[in-house]
């Protein structure tokens, strides 16, 4: 249907053909980027969560949803816990495996900025606040 009638406004079809494998092959190159975690975010304010891709850079939790990036953010983090996904968030995570660990990222104004990973993502979540193994003599 939108091809009809953006060949009727006169917009030729190979350009709205090469708009389109533009920007599946940036979300392509997005996904393969050193430091990449597949991640659900639930915004606040908000009860959906939003599937997308973040990683860490510093203490900034920078994330884009899927697939043609009109939901991003960055979140400036000052603590993060880990938990797990209560039941009647299980269907909404059902993508990420039997265990998805849910990461609750405060920042210093008080938001709260929800994230859940896969179990295998878990410490990549945690970004900078994940816990230190103690130095052993």
């Not at 980027?33 to 900034?60: E, F, M």
């Not at 939901?71 to 039941?87: D, I, K, M, R």
Request: net charge positive.
């Amino acid at each position: 249907m939108i091809w009809a009638i953006l060949a009727m406004v006169g917009v030729p079809l190979w350009l709205c053909a090469v708009g389109i494998f533009v920007l599946v092959y940036r979300n392509r190159q997005l996904r393969k980027r050193h430091g990449d975690i597949p991640v659900r975010v639930l915004r606040p304010g908000k009860t959906r969560w939003v599937r997308g891709h973040a990683l860490w850079i510093s203490d900034v939790f920078a994330w884009r949803g899927s697939p043609a990036g009109w939901n991003e953010g960055l979140f400036h983090a000052v603590a993060a816990t880990v938990g797990s996904a209560e039941p009647g968030e299980r269907k909404a995570l059902r993508h990420l495996g039997d265990s998805p660990a849910v990461v609750a990222l405060t920042a210093d104004d008080g938001r709260l900025l929800r994230v859940a990973a896969d179990s295998e993502h878990r410490d990549a979540v945690m970004g900078p606040f994940q816990p230190q193994p103690a130095d052993q003599p």
